[in-house]
């Protein structure tokens, strides 16, 4: 019986082309034995994403929740500043009643009738005081609860703790019970609430149908406002009245995005909001606006007087629109995680030139 004829083994080849050959001196079994083809390292795209999107999301709420803390959480009395300020509008309070006191006395010291229309009058004084100061109390108050349900959600989306979300979850429909265009989408959270969920995936469907309406009304103020003020700087003929009305509308959009996000700040609830807001515009850095975005809003050919006060009123309504992106972040009772955060040429696309067709 012969032997079998031996086939030819086939040869190896490295995934570049180059061709392995054994040596001659090793035997069938060790050339097998040769190193495998080495593949190159792959950069895997999304794992990088996933890596870097925590990240991002973590040191935005970094800079929020440090600015909520230096202004709507802090307390008055922590600093000298503040003590300073409590003892003066103490000694303001009395002296104020030291004169109505008097005021009274001499009122009955010439009438009967004067003295007691005067003291009526002075007990309805101290009873809208009194209900003023209820009402600032309420909106602080208020403004706290917000910032520390922000917070709260951010750190139960961020652990992704079910037992945190609903609760959180939860706390965020009861704050807007009182809006009934809020009911259907308060009605869909928190049937949500109640089924098989992970925590982050809750505090996202909370988002997308609570708080993503409350943010297309307050991106459409932001862009009024914007507007507004990039017109009326451009025409106004004297710097005084562009510091004033750019000033005036920062005040007011803060306010109303405040309101949109159930926010209500009274005058020292504001104070603390302008506060956040200005730590928030810290944090996150300044606006910074080179010359070719100038040139490039601008364009060429006009006179040099008019494009002067073209930048003007370009810049200020981008300090407008950055002043209310950042009331946004402040106000907002929940964080950006499935949405993302709004930009200034998001909010305010007519402001850039070519991009401008859009808005």
Not at 59 to 72: N, S
Not at 129 to 148: D, G, S, V
């Amino acid at each position: 019986m012969t032997e079998p004829e031996r086939r030819p083994r086939p040869r190896a080849f490295r995934l570049d082309g180059e061709q392995i050959v054994p040596p001659k001196s090793a035997k069938p079994l060790e050339a097998e034995r040769v190193q495998p083809s080495v593949f190159e390292a792959q950069i895997d795209v999304f794992a990088l994403e996933a890596e870097a999107a925590p990240r991002g999301f973590v040191e935005e709420e970094k800079a929020i929740e440090a600015a909520q803390k230096r202004g709507v959480l802090r307390s008055m009395l922590v600093s000298w500043g503040g003590l300073f300020v409590s003892a003066v509008a103490g000694l303001l309070s009395l002296a104020g009643g030291m004169w109505l006191t008097n005021l009274v006395e001499d009122l009955f010291a010439h009438s009967a009738m004067l003295g007691t229309v005067g003291l009526a009058l002075a007990g309805l004084a101290l009873v809208a005081a009194a209900a003023m100061l209820a009402k600032e109390i309420a909106a602080i108050a208020r403004q706290n609860r917000i910032a520390k349900l922000h917070i709260a959600l951010a750190e139960a989306r961020l652990r992704d703790d079910i037992k945190a979300a609903r609760e959180h979850v939860k706390e965020l429909c009861k704050l807007y019970e009182d809006r009934p265009e809020t009911g259907r989408a308060r009605a869909l959270v928190l049937e949500f609430s109640q089924q098989i969920i992970d925590g982050r995936d809750l505090v996202d469907l909370a988002e997308r149908h609570l708080a993503h309406p409350l943010d297309a009304q307050a991106r459409r103020e932001i862009a009024d406002a914007s507007k507004r003020v990039s017109i009326v700087t451009t025409v106004s003929p004297r710097a005084l009245l562009d510091v004033l009305f750019v000033a005036a509308q920062a005040i007011r959009l803060m306010r109303r995005i405040a309101e949109i996000y159930g926010g209500r700040p009274g005058m020292l609830g504001f104070f603390k909001l302008a506060r956040s807001v200005g730590a928030h515009l810290a944090i996150t850095g300044g606006l910074a606006i080179g010359d070719s975005l100038l040139q490039q809003v601008v364009g060429h050919g006009i006179a040099a007087k008019l494009s002067a006060k073209l930048g003007e009123g370009v810049l200020n309504g981008l300090l407008t629109a950055r002043v209310g992106l950042s009331a946004m972040a402040v106000c907002r009772p929940m964080p950006f995680s499935a949405e993302k955060p709004p930009g200034v040429a998001d909010v305010a696309p007519f402001l850039f030139g070519d991009r401008s067709s859009g808005g």
